[in-house]
Structure formats: structure tokens, C-alpha cells
């Protein structure tokens, strides 16, 4: 066990002393060149996550961080999350965007570029040094001399390695391997390939055309996210007989078709989120769809802006007045950094006619008063100008409505209707409320409902135009409900008092209590009983009963009776003549109006007695003559 032990300490004692080793070695490796002389190129003034580079002696990469110097023969690396930005000794810079790998070399009086993959943009034209160095691209066994121009370079891994320039400011020159040269002028493009070398002209960008400040390579475009959330794409140069396709992704790679733009046409509008965008535009034969133009990829930065904040009045306020001119006050907070505000009033929804108000310049202000003569709608927003746009920000249209104040009238009165406070329920809690107006029931355009707890707690509010409402969402309990009839101004013109309604299970009848009073006792035996073979019984009535069911049992014969009643009482007396005499035992069970039978009442016991006080039949006048006389 301790020889194990020994032999991972070792183990891991070793490895970690090469490791510390490497690293030393590595970093004093960057010491050793920077300080043998190598000349010093460019250094990194800006840098994100994960940029490396590479001595032209060593395959390690390092990594890049602000203010390291970039040496003769260094090679730079960039990766998707990744740019970085150089500037040379005569203030020119290059930025490097994501995914690209280039070497810097130093070869008398000029500097090259080898761009490996992706794209950089260079500024040659500003220098403070009266004999810039010369800053060359190399690419194909073609030389383009890029001093005094600025130019955006790209080369696509998946395209046979061809180099594209798009030269957007100033002149540059290139020259091919048999020492052809060719001027490049502001607005053109040339594409490097094996097989030689294509010219055109650049097409002109209109639209996005707002350049970041602390990123000249980056457009800006401002959207209106309450109003308009397009983004305006306009061009110029584009081949008339070709439809033109713009390209839209996140980064180069994600490049897809996000419109189809037919030919002739040089605009297109479409919805970008706010957020980092890179485009293109791409012209191609509408039969074939053989692209007879590719244009240089833009970076996009899509923000959102905003006009004023509208403070008063609040959108659909009524304003009633007693005289005009009604003065209704407009306000809102201003935005920073505006140019001018504009007023507009129109009794128009579209606001596109019916001006009240137009175009008035309220730059100064948070605040504007103005004179209300008639009644009616009034609409209104405010157009926020900014410096770097084209177009104004409006707000959303607001609306205020002015109505003149009627004469007094008595207020309506109102009834309940069939409501009932007590509402009963089988399967499902349902509360059923009907009302009407007995008085200018005409004025009345909608009413509104309250539903409150029986602790007066808002259980839900209802603005109808019937005079019914049924809800079966309710759950049982105690309710307080209350009307109030609406104007056409949405103004109330009374309110009832609450009326409580009870919203409870249908409860089943109750078990019938049998009325004894009224039967007779037997002294000697104490027991009721019927005379004659009749019963005659009385039990207590129940509303929600619709009939009863009266079984008579007797004993001796252990058989079953059963009668029903529509009343309170039964006359009963089996046979005609009657029940036998003996004992019996009775109960009655009700049935309500949905056919749910309630308990039975307690057995109810008597007897029929072997006698009755029924008399034999009387022969009155009848004259019986013997035979034979």
C-alpha cells in the first residue's frame, strides 16, 4: 500500500513540475521575442473573450490581451465570441471580426495582411506620420495596396478560398502576379480567386446609414417599438433585371434569405427584434438563380427608441363640461437627446385629416392647453425628431372624448325582478339574478353588476346589456349583489342597495310527522285504530314535496300495501269492504319534484277492531204479503 502511494506522489510531483516547466518556458518565451529585437507593429487596443495569437518560431497559441504588441510574422486568431482591434505605429487600424485567422509580416517599407478565413475591416486613410508605412493585402499572387483607403476584406473558408475587397472610402490599387495594375475606387468591390480577378461596382447603402460611434464597422437603426418595429432597407446599384434577396443571420455563418425583393425594386421592410445582426444583399437571375451579385456583409445594430411619455390625459378619459371653451391640458415628460417635438390633434382616428391641431412645435415644453369648442373625440400624439434619424417616433394615438353635462334628471328606479334571495341548486351552484328599469329604462345603455362576499370582498364585476345574468362558475355560499344602470357616457345613474342571495344545495324533504290527534285511542289496549276498515291519515305538508308514497304493512299476512298521495293525507280502505281486522304498521315517504325520495316518517302502528258501528240496512214501507192470501 505504501509502495502505491509513493509511486502517484511521484507521479503527480512530475507532471505537475513539467507542467510549471511548459508554462514558464512559454512565458518566457514571449519575453525572449519581444525583447530580441523583433519589431514591433501594431498593438491591441480592444480585445474580447478568447483572441489568440501566434509566434512565426512557435506552434503555442497565446492569448491576446489589450495593449500586447503584435510582432513581425505573428499570426492572430479569432473565435465565434470573439474581435479585436490593431493600430500601427501611424494610427491606421484594422478590426478583426469573429472567426477569422490572419498573419502580419514586415518586408521593407510595407506591412502585409494574409487573410487566412473571415473578414476584417481596415482604416489606411487616417495616418500622422507624413511617410506612412505602405499596408499591402496579399492573397491569390496578388498584391492590393490598401494604404489611404478603407476597405472591408473578407475570405469564406467555403468558397474555394476566393478573397473579396469591398473598398468603401478612398483609392487603392492592385496588382496581379504578371504586374498588371488596376485602381479601386470608392464604391467598388473585387473578388481574388485562382483564376484571375473581378471588378464591380459596389452598390450604396441609403438605408441603415447611422454608423456606431465607438464601432465606425457597425450600422445602427433606431425602431419604433410602439408604432413601427420595421427596419427600412434602402439601396442603390443593384442589376434592374435581377430580383435581389436580403441575407440576414446573427454572425456570417448563420446568413439566411429574410426577403425576397422582386427586381426593379431597391427597398424592403422588415421586423428585426432589437439586437446585433450581420447583412447582405445578393442579386440573382429570377429563372436561373444564378447570383450575378454579392454584396460586402454589414454589422447591424438594431435599438429600440421612444417618444415622449404621456403623462395626461389618461387614453379614452371623458371630459364633461358645463360651458365652452373647455380647456383640456396635454402633457408628457420629454426624452433625452431629441431634436424637436411636434404636436398633432385630429378628430380623425387615423389622424390622417380632421387636424384640430398640426405639426405644432412643442420642443420647449411638457405641456400644451388647448380650447375645446364642441363636443366629440379628440385624438392626439406627439412626433419625437432625432438628430441621427429620418423619421420621427410618435407615440401611440390617444384619445379623449368630450361630452356636455345634461340637466339633472330623477334617477331611475329600479326593481329586482324574479330574483330570489334563497336560490337552490342540484348538481352544479348557480346563481340566477333578473332585474329592470321602471323608469327611463330608454337612458340606460348597459348596466353594471357587482357580486360582492358576504364580507363585502369583490367576488366579480359584469357590465351587460340584457337584464339577466346566470352564472354557474359560483361557488355556494352568501352573496351581495348590486345594479347600477350606465349613461351612453358610461356614467352611473343610480345604484341599488345590496340584495343578499343564498346560493345553497336543494335540500331533500324532510321525514313526514304523522298526525296521531287525530286518530282514535283504544283505552283498553292503547292503540289507535280505524273503525269500519278505514284509515284516514294526516301528516304535516312540504312545499317541495310532489307526492307520497304510503306503505301499510300487516303483520299476519307479512304483505305490503303501497299507495300514493298527491296530499297531505290518505282515505284508505284496501277492498270494498275494507281491511280485515288486525294489527298494521304504516309509513310515508316523500318524493320532491325532481323524483329524490326523502327519509320515511317513524312506523306509525294501529289496528282494526273486530267490530263496527256500522248498522244493518233499514227496509222502510216495504210491505211483505204472505202467500195464499
Known amino acids: 500500500m505504501k509502495f502505491q502511494l509513493r509511486r502517484l506522489f511521484w507521479a503527480f510531483f512530475l507532471s505537475g513540475s513539467c507542467f510549471l516547466a511548459t508554462f514558464l518556458w512559454s512565458r518566457s518565451l514571449v519575453k525572449t521575442v519581444t525583447n530580441t529585437g523583433s519589431e514591433q507593429l501594431a498593438q491591441v487596443t480592444a480585445t474580447s473573450e478568447d483572441a489568440h495569437k501566434k509566434f512565426a518560431s512557435s506552434l503555442q497559441w497565446l492569448p491576446i490581451e489589450t495593449g500586447d504588441w503584435l510582432l513581425d510574422g505573428d499570426t492572430i486568431r479569432t473565435s465565434s465570441r470573439s474581435e479585436i482591434e490593431i493600430r500601427f505605429l501611424d494610427n491606421r ?35 500622422a506620420d507624413a511617410k506612412p508605412t505602405n499596408l499591402v493585402l496579399v492573397a491569390e499572387n496578388k ?50 480567386t485562382k483564376n484571375g480577378m473581378q471588378v464591380q461596382d459596389e452598390i450604396k ?75 447582405k444583399l445578393v442579386s440573382r437571375n429570377p429563372a436561373t438563380k444564378r447570383i450575378t451579385y454579392d454584396s460586402a456583409t454589414y454589422k447591424l445594430n438594431v435599438q429600440s427608441r421612444f ?24 402633457k408628457w415628460q420629454k426624452p433625452n437627446a431629441f431634436k424637436s417635438l411636434m404636436l398633432d390633434v385630429s378628430k380623425s382616428p387615423t389622424m390622417t385629416d380632421n387636424f384640430v391641431i398640426s405639426s405644432r412645435n412643442v420642443s420647449n415644453a411638457q405641456e400644451f392647453t388647448m380650447a375645446i369648442n364642441s363636443e366629440g373625440e379628440y385624438y392626439w400624439r406627439v412626433a419625437t425628431k432625432y438628430e441621427d434619424m429620418d423619421r420621427p417616433i410618435y407615440t401611440k394615438i390617444q384619445k379623449f372624448r368630450v361630452v356636455k353635462k345634461e340637466p339633472p334628471k330623477p334617477q331611475p328606479s329600479l326593481t329586482w325582478g ?114 269500519n276498515g278505514v284509515v284516514n291519515l294526516q301528516w304535516d305538508y312540504q312545499s317541495i314535496v310532489r307526492s307520497y308514497e304510503v306503505e301499510i304493512y ?76
Not at 114 to 126: C, I, P, R, T, Y
Not at 173 to 183: A, F, L, S, T
Not at 255 to 277: F, M, S
Open 93 to 127: 487600424s484594422i478590426k478583426v471580426d469573429p472567426n477569422s485567422t490572419f498573419v502580419i509580416q514586415k518586408s521593407k517599407d510595407e506591412i502585409s495582411l494574409d487573410l487566412k478565413e473571415g473578414s476584417v475591416f481596415v482604416d489606411a486613410k487616417n495616418t
Open 143 to 192: 498584391r492590393l495596396d490598401l494604404s489611404g483607403a478603407k476597405a472591408q476584406i473578407s475570405k469564406d473558408k467555403n468558397s474555394k478560398g476566393d478573397v473579396k475587397v469591398n473598398v468603401i472610402e478612398g483609392k487603392s490599387q492592385i496588382r496581379d502576379e504578371k504586374g498588371n495594375v488596376k485602381d479601386l475606387t470608392s464604391g467598388q468591390a473585387v473578388s481574388l
Open 205 to 279: 447603402i441609403i438605408s441603415p446609414s447611422i454608423k456606431k460611434e465607438s464601432d465606425k464597422t457597425t450600422l445602427i437603426y433606431y425602431i419604433d417599438p410602439e408604432t413601427d418595429t420595421t427596419v427600412s432597407f434602402r439601396w442603390k446599384g443593384t442589376p434592374k433585371k435581377d430580383e435581389t434577396v436580403l441575407m440576414v443571420g446573427d454572425n456570417k455563418d448563420t446568413l439566411k434569405e429574410k426577403e425576397l425583393i422582386p427586381a426593379g425594386k431597391e427597398n424592403v421592410n422588415t421586423i428585426l427584434p432589437p439586437g446585433n445582426y450581420v447583412w
Open 307 to 330: 417618444s415622449v411619455l404621456v403623462t395626461a390625459p389618461k387614453n379614452d378619459e371623458v371630459m364633461i363640461y358645463d360651458n365652452v371653451p373647455l380647456n383640456v391640458s396635454l
Open 418 to 531: 324574479n330574483t330570489q334571495e334563497k336560490q337552490f341548486y342540484l348538481d352544479k351552484p348557480t346563481m340566477t339574478i333578473s332585474w329592470d328599469a321602471l323608469t327611463r329604462k330608454e337612458d340606460v345603455v348597459k348596466w353594471k353588476l357587482e357580486v360582492l362576499s358576504a364580507d363585502s370582498k369583490p367576488v366579480l364585476t359584469r357590465e351587460l346589456t340584457e337584464l339577466k345574468f346566470v352564472n354557474d362558475q359560483i361557488q355556494p355560499g352568501s352573496y351581495k349583489v348590486t345594479i347600477e344602470p350606465l349613461d351612453k357616457n358610461g356614467v352611473s345613474m343610480t345604484k341599488t342597495a345590496p340584495k343578499n342571495i343564498e346560493v345553497l344545495e336543494m335540500p331533500l324533504p324532510k321525514a313526514p310527522v304523522i298526525n296521531n290527534k287525530v286518530v282514535k285511542l283504544n283505552q283498553n289496549t292503547n292503540k289507535y285504530y280505524f273503525e
Open 554 to 629: 300487516s303483520p299476519v299476512t307479512n304483505k305490503i300495501e303501497k299507495v300514493a298521495s298527491r296530499n297531505s293525507n290518505l282515505t284508505y280502505s284496501g277492498t270494498m269492504s275494507g281491511l280485515n281486522p288486525g294489527t298494521y304498521q304504516v309509513k310515508v315517504t316523500p318524493i320532491d319534484h325532481y323524483n329524490r325520495r326523502g327519509p320515511s316518517s317513524e312506523s306509525f302502528q294501529f289496528e282494526v277492531p273486530n267490530f263496527t258501528t256500522m248498522s244493518a240496512p233499514k227496509l222502510k214501507n216495504l210491505n211483505i204479503k204472505q202467500s195464499g192470501q
